[in-house]
């Protein structure tokens, strides 16, 4: 693993910055390619429109979770690292927050499905999410406790997981998060061939991506530890999936009473 791929002059190449913009651009590509498939070529557009947006958001809400609820404790005492992204530090759940945001407020903007939109996306988030773990790989951050054995990532000088362990193997944390995310994000191009209520691919993505993440914490060695010994993104787990088991019922409620109440 290398934190830098190379210099041009005295400007770093650096593989976290790298590898977080091929998971945004082959996430925005699979989304995009997924929705003039689907014929929805007008939607594709919105998709187009929205990608900077969206990606701002992202940015801001995963750099305000990771700075105020994952560390604030480190970031009060070192202000100005609080905008330095690229020394890592950038929550996935936060920029899924981020983002929602800004889709709610385009959507009704433009008088678009949420659901919709939301469902198009999650194959291409997730996959998305993937990639970056591999950022976190290189940058050395994320990183999971010790093994307690002969076994282990062991990361090099420079690093945050060398500075807080040392020379000690450590769990493979981001890496099977990455691997997870993999196989999440075939299981929702599965999914895409049955006829799902809207908005139950997207649900089904945060419920799966979130129960995954509640277990892979437990192996993470740079989460602060709370109530229940829960980490940040532990909770932030619990209350995303159980907001999606309750849309989901709410939106089956409702799709049933459509139906319903439509002519024979």
Partial sequence: MHQYLGFIGSFPIRSYSLLFMLAILLGIGVTVTLAKLQKKDELAGHLLNLAVPMIIGAIIGSRFWAVFLFDWAYYSQHPEEIIAVWHGGLSIQGGVVGAILVAIWYVRKHNISFWELADLCAPGLILGQSIGRDANLMNGDAFGDPTGGNWGIL???GTNARATFGDQPLFPAEVWE?????VIFAILMLLLQ??????FLFLIYNVLYNLGRFFLEMLRGDSHRFLFHWTTAQWTSVISILLSVGIGWYLHIKQKQTTSESPA
């Fill in 155 to 157: 990361y090099p000088e």
């Fill in 178 to 182: 990455g691997q997870m995310d993999v």
């Fill in 194 to 199: 049955k006829r799902l209520t809207r908005g």
